[in-house]
């Protein structure tokens, strides 16, 4: 299985600056047939469902605030919020989708300083 | 509305069998693969279980193979997963998840609220 490495497993962040995580697996995940990366982010914020943030690695899921991009390729992965909100006080997952299974990264939880 | 909702969790002792269910509406159900992706109390998610859209292949992860079988009726637009054998590290809120449709592998634009399967004597 591939293995989903996320850091760091917390930060806090003022309102309006910038958060990044950083995701790595271990192996490449660019898929040779389309050249895309096959990573996903979510967030889940407490007591609800992950939602889907970003995929192939740097396209945004319809309805997301343009302050998540997503950026990497390879092994090598970012979530940047741009300027951190009050509402995206939540836990970030990333996720691969080159093969099965599907494995997650164990979880950034971003708060407010 | 497109939505999933999920229910069939509950309390069970170890070795007791479950089914969940899930619901969908407000998209073609059959179009899409479908997965239950589970999270234990206060841990990360895990993949556990996926079917094609036809219902013909399913997938499963190594820890409930042979256990837990994954199952949907398209003319009820429901999504079910048998779970037998069940173990203690078996207890998470269990969630259904709608496939975006990339391939055998994908990830999940569609999320229901999940239900709590609990084991424990």
């Known amino acids: 299985d591939i293995v989903m490495t996320q850091s760091p497993d917390s930060l806090a962040v003022s309102l309006g600056e910038r958060a990044t995580i950083n995701c790595k697996s271990s192996?490449?995940?660019?898929?040779?047939?389309?050249?895309?990366?096959?990573l996903a982010w979510y967030q889940q914020k407490p007591g609800q469902s992950p939602k889907l943030l970003i995929y192939w690695a740097s396209a945004r899921e319809s309805g997301i605030p343009d302050r998540f991009s997503g950026s990497g390729s390879g092994t090598d992965f970012t979530l940047t919020i741009s300027s951190l909100q009050a509402e995206d006080v939540a836990v970030y997952y990333c996720q691969q989708y080159y093969t099965t299974p599907g494995t997650f990264g164990q979880g950034t939880k971003v708060e407010i300083k | 509305e497109v939505q999933l909702l999920e229910s069939g969790g509950d309390w069970v002792q170890p070795g007791g069998s479950l089914r969940l269910s899930c619901a969908a509406s407000?998209?073609?159900?059959?179009?899409?693969?479908m997965s239950w992706v589970r999270q234990a109390p206060g841990k990360g998610l895990e993949w556990v279980s996926a079917?094609?859209?036809?219902?013909?292949?399913?997938y499963y992860a190594d820890s409930v193979r042979g256990r837990f079988t994954i199952s949907r009726d398209t003319s009820r637009n429901t999504l079910y997963l048998q779970m037998n054998g069940l173990r203690v590290e078996d207890t998470a809120v269990y969630y259904c998840?709608?496939?975006?449709?990339?391939?055998?592998?994908?990830?999940?634009?569609?999320w229901g609220q999940g239900t709590l399967v609990t084991v424990s004597s």
């Open positions: 192996q490449s995940i660019l898929s040779s047939s389309n050249n895309k990366n096959n």
């Open positions: 407000g998209f073609m159900f059959s179009r899409y693969d």
């Open positions: 998840a709608k496939d975006v449709g990339f391939g055998v592998v994908s990830c999940f634009d569609l």
């Open positions: 079917i094609s859209g036809s219902g013909g292949t399913t």
